[in-house]
């Protein structure tokens, strides 16, 4: 028996509240830091808008799936598949999965590189408001949407004239 990585499949929203009852329950048993060692919830920060004002939430990468790090056993498959809220685990159906080392490593690189994200929901053609900026209190319509760079390019009517300005995700807000 070896360490392994494994994803369980939770109710969606509940993923704080089963890692809680699995690491009281873990230690309880005696099992933690002995058989299970890690719990993980891969989110990203993401900034949102709304009303004009910008906040910053942690939005769960994989919604609904939590990460265990353990050796599985009867003991720790049964601790966490008993637990409230886990439907689950992935993998065949009684026969759990272990996640690659490099899905592994991969997902724990992207969690430690993690920097606010706008959240991306542009479209071309959607009128929006610039909220920031030369052009503040402007409308117009996205022509454009480079998200690798997190630009728009809008079409803002300046003297009667469709003019395009590249604006940041940050400073224009949808009508």
């Known amino acids: 028996m070896y360490r392994a990585w494994y994803a369980v499949h939770t109710f969606a929203g509940h993923e ?20 299970l060692f890690q719990i993980l919830i891969p989110t990203e ?27 599985l056993d009867d003991d720790t498959y049964g601790l966490v598949k008993t ?16 996640l690659s080392e490099r899905e592994v490593r ?7 590189g993690t920097k606010v994200k706008p959240r991306i929901s542009w479209k071309k053609g959607e009128s929006v408001r ?15 949407v480079d998200s690798d760079r997190d630009k728009l390019r809008v079409l803002i009517n300046i003297f009667g004239r469709d003019t395009p300005v590249e604006l940041e ?3 224009v807000e949808k009508i």
């Open 16 to 35: 704080n509240k089963v890692k809680r009852i699995i690491e009281r329950r873990a230690q309880i048993q005696g099992l933690w830091d002995a058989k």
């Open 45 to 71: 920060q993401e900034m949102r808008q709304r009303g004009g004002k910008k906040t910053i939430v942690n939005k769960n990468v994989f919604p609904g799936y939590i990460l265990v790090e353990m050796i």
């Open 83 to 98: 637990t409230s809220g886990v439907t689950g685990f992935l993998g065949s159906a009684d026969k759990p999965v272990p």
């Open 106 to 112: 991969d997902i724990l690189e992207a969690i430690e």
């Open 130 to 144: 610039v909220t920031s900026g030369p052009f503040s209190e402007f409308t117009g319509k996205i022509d454009e």
């Open 169 to 171: 995700f940050t400073m």
